[in-house]
């Protein structure tokens, strides 16, 4: 079965910087495209960032261009998101997903792992 | 304000059909296909609908979509309690190079 486990979410203040990780289980990681997505409580999902399975393409939400930045390890099935010059309207439980069939869309979900951006 | 407009609210009784709409441009949904996810509270979003009309294995087939033009919609018939839960729409946008989600319906079973 699929199985995507994220950590690395904590409490950081404004300014300071955070390193998500997403493990991948149950799929072959190198085939597939990988994003984030984020949601505050009570809101709707904001996708963050998308890789290709080479890591050949990456693209931004605006609100995170040139702060962020996505980047995966295939030999670790892994995906991770760079996260520097935090605001606290980065706050939010972040998920790793992976692209289904079609396009840009997300089959598989992880559980999230929460930051909080507050002094 | 999210660029794909649903309507924040749908009810429906047992048995009954619903509709969920999301309209957006010509950049987004007018040139590219729609997801919709079902999301539970404290849950994470389910993929129910891709490519405007797939369902992914173990959707009910009781989910169906639909699109045209720059606008979709997510049909929900023989409605049951457990459909009850907040709905997205999601397309790809080829001017903001990016993905987006609408803004969410919260749909009540009567």
């Known amino acids: 079965d699929v199985l995507l486990v994220e950590s690395g979410g904590v409490v950081v203040q404004p300014g300071g910087s955070l390193r998500l990780s997403c493990e991948a289980f149950g799929f072959i990681f190198e085939d597939y495209t990988m994003h984030w997505v984020r949601q505050v409580p009570g809101k709707g999902p904001e996708w963050v960032s998308l890789?290709?399975?080479?890591?050949?393409?990456?693209n931004y939400a605006d609100s995170v261009k040139g702060r962020f930045t996505i980047f995966r390890d295939n030999s670790k099935n892994s995906l991770y998101l760079q996260m520097n010059s935090l605001r606290s309207e980065d706050t939010a439980l972040y998920y790793c997903?992976?692209?289904?069939?079609?396009?840009?869309?997300?089959?598989?979900w992880g559980q999230g792992t929460p930051v909080t951006v507050s002094s | 304000q999210s660029v794909l407009t649903q309507p924040p609210s749908a009810s429906g009784t047992p048995g009954q059909r619903v509709t969920i709409s999301c309209s957006g441009s010509?950049?987004?949904?007018?040139?590219?296909?729609v997801n919709w996810y079902m999301q539970l509270p404290g849950t994470a979003p389910r993929l129910l609908i891709y490519s405007d009309k797939q369902r992914p294995s173990g959707a009910p087939a009781r989910f169906s979509g639909s699109r045209s033009g720059a606008s979709a919609s997510l049909a929900i018939s023989g409605l049951q309690s457990e459909d009850e839960a907040d709905y997205y729409c999601?397309?790809?946008?080829?001017?903001?190079?990016?993905?987006?989600f609408g803004g969410g319906t919260r749909l009540t079973v009567l």
């Open positions: 997903a992976k692209e289904g069939s079609g396009w840009r869309n997300f089959d598989y």
């Open positions: 010509g950049s987004n949904i007018g040139s590219n296909s």
């Open positions: 890789i290709t399975w080479d890591g050949g393409i990456s």
């Open positions: 999601s397309t790809w946008d080829d001017s903001l190079k990016g993905v987006l």
